[in-house]
């Protein structure tokens, strides 16, 4: 058996090439949009793809199903519950799909979605299972919430319910020796608690997991509803993008370079601006209504809290950045990027040309010291953007809260006639919502250099210990 992992860091997403060094069949499972890593293994090692499985409907990225029945004509495969658009391998409960001496088992296994199923992997039809790709069902260290894309029938409640069963059930009723191998690990919004490692067992989990001990129905479910991230704004949209025809992800596309003339009429025509640089380079200079999401970061995911899947968008980068930028962006659906413009930042001079000089702006953002001052002065309102359980261990006395998958849709609830100054846990997130808030027209926000982390490190006495 070959058995492949593919994992990204910025989207937490694992991917997964199972294949067969006898018969040279294989199948991709829950592929992202840009497959060339699939097709460039697959032929590497001989191998024809001839399915790609989804364990489930994605709302994080669009899935890249499309792109390779585009690219090798195999055939696409759901649990039975999904309806497509497209033609679609139904898989049912216990059947079994043979690659040769590769056998792959379809289990059922809804709760974080009614259509999710898991793989349970055999290197022989008569042996022992060696691994079960568990997609957002059993997460290391977690297991998948019910809330992100029930597409189906019946509440939340009910897909709690459902996963009760099939943690329970199905998956802890695996051997301890099988490896447990999820769509995602830490960082994803997909659940609350995820371990870094990428490889676990049914026996680990049941020793370590919280979310998989023994426990009541009804207290699981009041585990898996509550105290989960906020879901960011395009996570619907994606989902519903996985059910559809949509088009294919276009490997060969050239981005547009933009002069400054281009993008001073951008700007005045209000598209959306997204700057990839580092918080620090964006605060030195920038231009005005632009977003700072920063490529270091989880940039994908976080572009889709602060744009919508339609919008148009322009992108400032680093020379050699702008590929990058936009395929990551295509990962998640938005392939609307107009163009680039890329910058030079040094310490003496300005990264953008003369055209550009008047839509410039500088932001200056608070030291711990600087913070503490005005809130004591009462000059400030200070708005924490960070999620849910971050705040429970400890916050800011006195801040207001929305996490920043929220902040789109709730910044009207901000008070007004004080200057906002915003906090995240390091100072990244804050800079996306500070820039996101200034967009919307509250001019003079800023943001706090180093974030909660280093708000604690000075053991000001302006902070509590629970919310």
């Given at each position: 058996m070959i058995l492949e992992q593919y994992y990204l860091e910025c989207l937490s997403h694992a991917s997964y090439l199972i294949g067969d060094e006898q018969t040279k069949r294989a199948i991709v499972v829950d592929p992202r949009r840009d497959v060339t890593d699939y097709l460039d293994e697959a032929e590497r090692r001989g191998l024809r793809i001839e399915g790609v499985i989804n364990t489930h409907f994605h709302a994080d990225f669009v899935s890249g199903h499309l792109e390779l029945v585009a690219a090798t004509g195999a055939w696409i495969g759901f649990g039975e519950a999904a309806d497509t658009d497209y033609p679609i391998r139904r898989l049912q409960h216990g059947e079994h799909i043979s690659l040769g001496n590769v056998d792959i088992e379809i289990l059922s296994t809804p709760g974080h979605t009614w259509e999710s199923i898991s793989l349970l992997l055999r290197d022989g039809a008569d042996t022992e299972p060696t691994a079960v790709l568990t997609g957002d069902s059993l997460f290391i260290g977690d297991v998948g919430r019910p809330d992100l894309a029930n597409l189906g029938t019946g509440t939340n409640t009910d897909l709690a319910r459902a996963m009760y069963k099939t943690i329970h059930h199905t998956l802890l009723a695996l051997p301890d020796h099988v490896q447990v191998m999820p769509a995602h690990g830490a960082g994803s919004s997909c659940g609350k608690n995820m371990s870094t490692d990428l490889v676990s067992t049914i026996g680990q989990q049941r020793l370590t997991n919280p979310s998989v001990q023994p426990m009541a129905e009804a207290d699981f479910v009041d585990l898996v509803t509550t105290g989960q991230p906020a879901i960011p704004q395009y996570f619907s949209t994606d989902a519903d993008l996985n059910r559809r025809n949509r088009a294919v992800y276009d490997r060969s596309r050239q981005l547009r370079e933009l002069s400054a003339e281009q993008m001073v009429r951008g700007v005045q025509d209000g598209t959306r601006v997204i700057d990839t640089r580092s918080p620090e380079e964006f605060a030195a200079a920038h231009l005005q209504g632009a977003v700072n999401v920063g490529l270091e970061g989880r940039f994908a995911e976080t572009c889709g809290m602060v744009t919508h899947v339609d919008e148009p968008i322009i992108l400032v980068t680093r020379p050699g950045d702008e590929a990058e930028a936009a395929m990551r962006l295509a990962r998640i659906g938005y392939d609307n990027v107009q163009g680039y413009f890329n910058t030079l930042t040094t310490d003496r001079v300005t990264p953008f040309p003369s055209p550009l000089i008047g839509l410039l702006e500088q932001t200056e953002r608070l030291t711990v010291a600087e913070l503490a001052t005005a809130l004591q002065d009462g000059r400030i309102t200070l708005l924490d953007v960070r999620n849910q359980g971050e705040r429970d261990s400890g916050y800011i006395a006195g801040s207001l809260h929305i996490p920043l998958p929220e902040l789109a849709k709730r910044h009207n609830t901000l008070p007004q006639g004080?200057?906002?100054?915003?906090?995240?846990?390091?100072?990244?997130?804050?800079?996306?919502?500070?820039?996101?808030?200034?967009?919307?027209?509250?001019?003079?926000?800023?943001?706090?250099?180093?974030?909660?982390?280093?708000?604690?490190?000075?053991?000001?006495?302006?902070?509590?210990?629970?919310?």
């Open positions: 004080r200057p906002l100054v915003v906090h995240c846990r390091s100072g990244w997130r804050s800079s996306v919502a500070a820039s996101l808030l200034r967009a919307n027209g509250y001019e003079g926000t800023t943001d706090l250099l180093g974030g909660y982390n280093a708000w604690q490190e000075t053991e000001t006495p302006v902070c509590d210990g629970a919310r």
